[in-house]
């Protein structure tokens, strides 16, 4: 999690394209402040004065291709409207820098540190690093699972602060957040209508876009027993995709995590005997994989055919694509069934009640 934003001047290879590539939109090294991203997408941001802009253009990490980076200002992020379409008008303190920093303070505009450093997390370290003991630092190691999940939710989520705008300004992360405090303070979560496809949710509240990983998690029943982000995930890094604690091939991520909690004769279920039982596929197969039916990769990253992973860990029925649209596990991996043919196929599961619809 430590390097999204990098420096060019001191960093001269985090700039993945040839500039001399882009016919979009022409820029020079020279301009370039900062650059942002590595594994989806990559921007460009020049420093105007002392804040920073977005260039009109980015680098679509997947497809290798050049891409415009402009954005109407309705039916996206809420608080766009508040700002002019043309990126040179709308500075990255506000809307960026509060996630992509240590504590970016909104007069100076200046921050402690560029990126997620271990203050982000664990609040001011220098006292505990003249004197190290457990007392003179933060741990959400040791935090309620409540408080824990803040310290992520406050930059993994869509939401807005609880008053805006905040001397003149519209922010799009929780201004005056830090470690230990109660997020629900500065901040609330994007508002999901039941029913209705916007531009954050589905209609059943599963997000769609991506950052929302709070947003989803918090609705979960795991959340509900106290089951933390960290749970799941060491944020100071592991072997594994997205710094799990477990994972094992070929099953990406590997049921290896999920099992560990979820064994057969786990009271967190699945109660079934044997894990066919449960998947009514081949163990080993990837219709056995926990995460391609409770965390399928339909929340979009922004760039054309990148998705991440839903965490409400739901399964969403195939009643509800039929009723609502919402792509379903079975007919996305049996990309040529029906619904009606999952549906039928899942009316012969005994544990499975034909009147579930979702
Ligand atoms: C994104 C948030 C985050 C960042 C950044 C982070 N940590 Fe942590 N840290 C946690 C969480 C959550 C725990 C408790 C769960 C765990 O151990 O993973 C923790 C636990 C720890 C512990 C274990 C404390 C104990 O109880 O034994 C140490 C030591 C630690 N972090 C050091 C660091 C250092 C040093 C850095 C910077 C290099 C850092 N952390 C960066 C979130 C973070
Ligand atoms: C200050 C903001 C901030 C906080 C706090 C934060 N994150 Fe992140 N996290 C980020 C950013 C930015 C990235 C993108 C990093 C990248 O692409 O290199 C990221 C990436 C990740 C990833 C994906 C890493 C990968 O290799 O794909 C995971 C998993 C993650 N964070 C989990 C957590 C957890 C768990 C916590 C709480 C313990 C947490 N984060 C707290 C900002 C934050
Ligand atoms: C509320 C906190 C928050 C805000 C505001 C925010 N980000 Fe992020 N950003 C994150 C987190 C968390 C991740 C990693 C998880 C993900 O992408 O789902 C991330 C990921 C990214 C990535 C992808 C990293 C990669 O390597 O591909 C880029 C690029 C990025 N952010 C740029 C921006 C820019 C530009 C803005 C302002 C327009 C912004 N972010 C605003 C929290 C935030
Ligand atoms: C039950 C386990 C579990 C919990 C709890 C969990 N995650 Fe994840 N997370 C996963 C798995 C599995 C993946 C997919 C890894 C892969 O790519 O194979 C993932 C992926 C991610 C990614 C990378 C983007 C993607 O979807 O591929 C981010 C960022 C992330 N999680 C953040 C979080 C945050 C923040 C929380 C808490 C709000 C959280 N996770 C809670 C299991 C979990
Ligand atoms: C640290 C332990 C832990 C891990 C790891 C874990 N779970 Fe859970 N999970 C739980 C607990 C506890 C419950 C609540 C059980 C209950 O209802 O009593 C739960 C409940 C669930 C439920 C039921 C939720 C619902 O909406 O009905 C699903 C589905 C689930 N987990 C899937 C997963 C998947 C998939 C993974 C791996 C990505 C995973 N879990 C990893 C502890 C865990
Ligand atoms: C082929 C799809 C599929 C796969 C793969 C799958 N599940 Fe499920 N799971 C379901 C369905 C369907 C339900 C019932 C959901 C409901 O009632 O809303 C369910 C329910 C659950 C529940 C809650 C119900 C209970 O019995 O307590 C847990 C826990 C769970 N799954 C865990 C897992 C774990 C762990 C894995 C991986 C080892 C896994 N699932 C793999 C489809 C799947
Ligand atoms: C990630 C991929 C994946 C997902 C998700 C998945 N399947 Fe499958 N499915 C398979 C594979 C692979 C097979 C081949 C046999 C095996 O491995 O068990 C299969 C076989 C089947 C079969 C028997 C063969 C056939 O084509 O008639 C049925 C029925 C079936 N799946 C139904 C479902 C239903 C219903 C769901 C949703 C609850 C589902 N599958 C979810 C991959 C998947």
Redesign the pocket.
């Known amino acids: 999690m430590a390097n999204v934003v990098r420096d060019p001047r001191v960093h001269p290879e985090a700039i993945i394209p040839k500039l001399a590539t882009n016919t979009i939109g022409k820029f020079t090294e020279e301009q370039v402040a900062f650059v942002y991203g590595s594994v989806w997408k990559q921007r460009y941001f020049t420093k105007v004065g002392d804040d920073y802009f977005p260039l009109p253009v980015q680098w679509d990490v997947g497809t290798q291709k050049w891409l415009p980076y402009k954005v109407p200002s309705d039916g996206v992020d809420w608080w766009r409207k508040y700002y002019p379409a043309d990126n040179m008008k709308r500075p990255t303190g506000p809307t960026c820098d509060g996630c992509h920093s240590v504590d970016y303070n909104i007069n100076s505009k200046q921050v402690a540190e560029w990126n997620v450093g271990c203050e982000a997390c664990h609040g001011p370290g220098s006292e505990h690093v003249a004197h190290p003991t457990r007392s003179n630092i933060l741990n959400p190691g040791r935090m309620d699972s409540k408080a824990a999940?803040d310290t992520?939710?406050r930059c993994?989520s869509q939401g807005r602060p609880l008053t805006s705008p905040i001397e003149g300004r519209y922010y799009d992360w929780p201004v005056g957040y830090h470690v230990g405090l109660r997020l629900q303070d500065f901040w609330k979560l994007e508002d999901c209508g039941l029913g209705q496809t916007t531009f954050y949710y589905f209609p059943d509240c599963t997000a769609h876009k991506n950052r929302m990983?709070?947003n989803?998690?918090?609705q979960s029943v795991?959340y509900g027993h106290g089951?933390?982000?960290s749970?799941?995930?060491d944020v100071h890094g592991t072997e594994n995709?997205?710094q799990?604690r477990a994972?094992e091939p070929p099953l990406?991520?590997g049921n290896h995590?999920?099992l560990e909690c979820h064994g057969s004769s786990s009271p967190n279920g699945p109660h079934t005997a044997t894990l066919e039982e449960h998947t009514h596929h081949r163990a080993g197969g990837s219709g056995s994989d926990c995460?391609a039916c409770h965390?399928p990769?339909i929340?979009t990253e922004g760039v054309p055919g990148a998705y991440?992973?839903a965490?409400t860990?739901r399964f969403i029925a195939p009643a509800m694509t039929d009723q609502f649209k919402i792509p379903n596990p079975c007919t996305t991996c049996h990309a040529e069934k029906s619904t009606a043919w999952a549906k039928e196929a899942m009316s012969h599961w005994p544990e499975w009640s034909a009147w579930k619809i979702r």
């Open positions: 999940n992520c939710i993994h990983q709070g989803d998690f918090a795991m089951i933390m982000c749970s799941c995930h995709r997205a799990l994972g990406p991520g995590l999920c995460m965390m990769k929340e991440v992973h965490h860990l």
